[in-house]
């Protein structure tokens, strides 16, 4: 019977390895896995780059934005060779109360020149890109291979990792888990504190097929420019959001839904996604397009107070398997941390084998912590505290939505109300205290200012 990896496996006591068989294992070829394995090779280790599908992205359905800075230093001309789908030069903000929508537009034509800003692209062809990079550096592509358990000698010490092979086990001086969301290999290792459920969001999206023209034509955009919607107030009193992405000739709508919040609504996440697809604001940009995939994938969205210790000893843990998504309403990102995560854990993990002391793993973090990956989640810490919360997911949406309207309603021959009487009749009919907005606008200033 091969051994499967779950919540209730554990690592295996071994012998200390005489001679192990890489000098790094690095588990999961997404951007995060793909990046370590990327700064190994070339530092001359020996890295052996397991994937559990038959290539890297195989298994990966997602198609939504990348930011690029982090590749300019891991791959310089990267936007040259980079699987493109559309340059984003328009991004949007949009809160949707009932039939209204209030939306926050902004676009860039310097987006949709060197050196870029974002891009939509496939994840499956993404991965295989990036992962292709760390191949040619010399990382041997380990497919179709699921990494089960951690191998651990009597003193604790990770040497290697078991995996669903006949032949099983992989030795290595260091391991790092880039295994993804709920990383079974970062809990083996006594890494997580405690039940992630509260922290995990279930992402659902479907990408529906469109004509490029038809795509230009509805979101005003030309050629290889696109559009990044993200949406609040979509999900049905969910703790959530939504997002609606443009590709080449096809468009990426989805909800990213609490799965606690899911769980207590007794809703199926097709169905609040249904819904978003007929609001007013939401339908006339994806009608007429054919459903060509459905998916789903979960997501940690807790932030910095959610993420696991982040090295321990031989082992270093990087991306979605240490909670590094950027959940903070205005920002929505986790592939450029997961690559910025996984690009210094390779360089952290390359000193200490170049070094011969695996101590040096412990630089991880002050890495972490002195460039954009730590600096941004500890910054925005109670950013995603404050975005999921009931005002903000179910209350403010109307009170924005009830302002604004009233700011643009002509009523003569009534004069014009001033804003503060439209903010104080909006927050009393949405059951907003003055307070409670004073709070929550010193939480979000502090958090983003």
């Known amino acids: 019977?091969?051994?499967?990896?779950?919540?209730?496996?554990?690592?295996?006591?071994?012998?200390?390895?005489?001679?192990?068989?890489?000098?790094?294992?690095?588990?999961?070829?997404?951007?995060?896995?793909?990046?370590?394995?990327?700064?190994?090779?070339?530092?001359?280790?020996?890295?052996?780059?397991?994937?559990?599908?038959?290539f890297p992205?195989?298994?990966?359905?997602?198609?939504?934005?990348?930011?690029?800075?982090?590749?300019?230093?891991?791959?310089?001309?990267?936007?040259?060779?980079?699987?493109?789908?559309?340059?984003?030069?328009?991004?949007?903000?949009?809160?949707?109360?009932?039939?209204?929508?209030?939306?926050?537009?902004?676009?860039?034509?310097?987006?949709?020149?060197?050196?870029?800003?974002?891009?939509?692209?496939?994840?499956?062809?993404?991965?295989?890109?990036?992962?292709?990079?760390?191949?040619?550096?010399?990382?041997?592509?380990?497919?179709?291979?699921?990494?089960?358990?951690?191998?651990?000698?009597?003193?604790?010490?990770?040497?290697?990792?078991?995996?669903d092979r006949p032949d099983g086990d992989l030795t290595a001086k260091v391991v790092i888990a880039c295994d993804g969301v709920n990383s079974f290999l970062a809990k083996q290792a006594g890494l997580f504190p405690g039940d992630q459920a509260a922290h995990t969001t279930l992402g659902v999206k479907e990408t529906l097929a469109l004509p490029a023209r038809t795509i230009d034509e509805r979101f005003g955009v030309s050629g290889h420019e696109g559009v990044d919607i993200e949406m609040l107030g979509c999900t049905q009193g969910i703790p959530g959001g939504g997002f609606l992405y443009t590709n080449s000739d096809t468009l990426s709508v989805g909800l990213v839904l609490g799965l606690q919040g899911l769980a207590k609504s007794?809703?199926?996440?097709?169905?609040?996604?249904?819904?978003?697809?007929?609001?007013?604001?939401?339908?006339?940009?994806?009608?007429?397009?054919?459903?060509?995939?459905?998916?789903?994938?979960?997501?940690?969205?807790?932030?910095?107070?959610?993420?696991?210790?982040?090295?321990?000893?031989?082992?270093?843990?990087?991306?979605?398997?240490?909670?590094?998504?950027?959940?903070?309403?205005?920002?929505?990102?986790?592939?450029?941390?997961?690559?910025?995560?996984?690009?210094?854990?390779?360089?952290?993990?390359?000193?200490a084998l170049s070094s011969g002391d695996l101590g040096a793993l412990r630089e991880y973090r002050g890495l972490l912590e002195s460039s954009f990956v730590l600096a941004d989640h500890k910054k925005l810490r109670k950013a995603p505290e404050l975005v999921l919360s009931e005002r903000v997911q179910q209350r403010y949406p109307g009170l924005v939505c009830d302002l604004v309207e009233g700011m643009f309603t002509v009523e003569n021959p009534k004069p014009k109300p001033g804003v503060r009487k439209l903010l104080r009749a909006s927050a009393k009919r949405n059951g907003v205290k003055m307070r409670e907005l004073a709070r929550d606008a010193l939480t979000g200033l502090r958090s983003f200012g």
């Open 266 to 351: 007794g809703k199926r996440p097709e169905e609040v996604l249904a819904e978003l697809k007929r609001h007013p604001s939401i339908q006339p940009l994806v009608r007429g397009a054919e459903l060509v995939e459905y998916s789903a994938h979960l997501i940690p969205e807790g932030g910095y107070d959610t993420m696991p210790q982040l090295a321990g000893d031989g082992l270093l843990v990087a991306g979605d398997a240490a909670a590094m998504c950027l959940a903070a309403g205005i920002w929505l990102e986790g592939v450029n941390f997961a690559m910025g995560s996984g690009m210094y854990a390779g360089r952290a993990a390359s000193k």
């Open 57 to 163: 992205g195989s298994k990966n359905v997602y198609g939504g934005v990348v930011y690029g800075r982090i590749l300019d230093e891991l791959i310089p001309g990267w936007y040259d060779e980079m699987p493109v789908q559309r340059w984003v030069t328009r991004r949007q903000t949009m809160l949707l109360d009932g039939e209204r929508s209030m939306t926050v537009d902004f676009r860039s034509q310097s987006w949709g020149r060197e050196p870029y800003n974002g891009a939509t692209t496939y994840r499956a062809e993404f991965d295989d890109w990036l992962a292709g990079h760390a191949q040619k550096a010399g990382a041997v592509l380990v497919p179709s291979t699921v990494a089960t358990r951690l191998l651990r000698t009597e003193r604790g010490r990770i040497v290697g990792v078991r995996t």
């Open 1 to 54: 019977m091969r051994d499967r990896a779950g919540p209730a496996s554990s690592a295996v006591t071994v012998a200390e390895p005489e001679r192990p068989q890489f000098d790094a294992i690095v588990v999961g070829a997404g951007p995060a896995g793909s990046a370590a394995a990327l700064e190994l090779a070339r530092a001359g280790h020996s890295v052996a780059l397991l994937e559990r599908g038959p």
